[in-house]
């Protein structure tokens, strides 16, 4: 059995994007005059809440605050978000945050061999865009049949929701996809939609639990950033994943029912 699809989560999956994410969140505190700052610390432990929103939400909620004041930080949620969007635009756009290796090699392999792409995000649609464009080109956007992503959900990851969403619009069963994560948010979404996940953890991510997953990488790889120690450690065929090592992995050949086996050895 092959796959139809392939589907990739954006942050930190397709590209280690949270250091601009956060850059964009301090930027927009500093021009909303909040004094709020961010550190690397502060905010990888805020990445237990998928979305931008939520995350601000949850951020307040755990401040010192009356609940008059609190209710009023809370309603202003949208506008320090959508300024924090703005600037997100603009730093992927000037700093050009790079694919991570083996994301375009293996978008390129899949497109070849006949696949689907997909995106099933919880960041906001601009800033899928803005990703895309300022690593892809213009065929980025292109080049994904389905992008489900942000806001299209009302319950975002580890709820399945998302992921669910993108398999509707696309037409096809889990079982003829895979799904690429670097979260445990991610992770769960993914499985609890029934699709066998890879997942390539990074820094603001690694050392959760991914025992859910079908296969856990530093990245994909490519010839020119082959994983170390590969072939022989996970992998069989290459020191990257391989489209068609992926295949093997996520839709083995099915045995054929108890009965056929019967008949077949007759
Ligand atoms: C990662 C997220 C997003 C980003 C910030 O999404 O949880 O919230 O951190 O983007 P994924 P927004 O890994 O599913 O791509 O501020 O637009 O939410
Ligand atoms: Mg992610």
Request: aromatic content about 6%.
């Amino acid at each position: 059995m092959s796959l139809d699809v392939l589907i990739f989560d954006v942050d930190g999956t397709m590209a280690d994007t949270e250091e601009a994410h956060r850059t964009a969140f301090n930027l927009a505190f500093e021009r909303v005059r909040l004094g709020w700052n961010w550190s690397r610390d502060v905010y990888r432990r805020l990445l237990k809440t998928t979305g931008g929103k939520e995350r601000l939400a949850a951020f307040i909620q755990q401040l010192d605050l009356s609940p008059t004041e609190r209710q009023r930080m809370l309603a202003r949620v949208p506008d320090i978000h959508a300024e924090k969007t703005k600037f997100y635009s603009s730093v992927v756009h000037d700093r050009a945050v790079p694919l991570r290796d083996g994301v375009e090699r293996l978008l390129d392999e899949a497109l070849s061999a006949g696949l689907r792409l997909a995106i099933a995000s919880t960041t906001t649609a601009v800033n899928v865009d803005a990703l895309l464009e300022s690593t892809l080109g213009t065929r980025g956007l292109n080049l994904f049949s389905v992008i489900a992503c942000g806001d299209q959900v009302r319950a975002k990851k580890p709820a399945s929701d998302i992921y669910r969403l993108a398999l509707h619009h696309l037409g096809v069963a889990p079982d003829r996809a895979a799904a690429f994560e670097d979260s445990a948010n991610g992770l769960s979404a993914a499985v609890a939609a029934g699709l066998w996940t890879v997942v390539t953890p990074t820094f603001w991510t690694e050392g959760s639990d991914f025992s859910a997953a079908g296969l856990v990488l530093p990245s994909l790889g490519s010839p020119a950033a082959p994983l170390a120690g590969e072939p022989g450690r996970q992998l069989e065929s290459a020191a990257w994943l391989t489209l068609a090592e992926l295949e093997r992995r996520a839709a083995p050949e099915r045995p054929s029912s108890a009965v056929t086996r019967l008949y077949a050895t007759a």
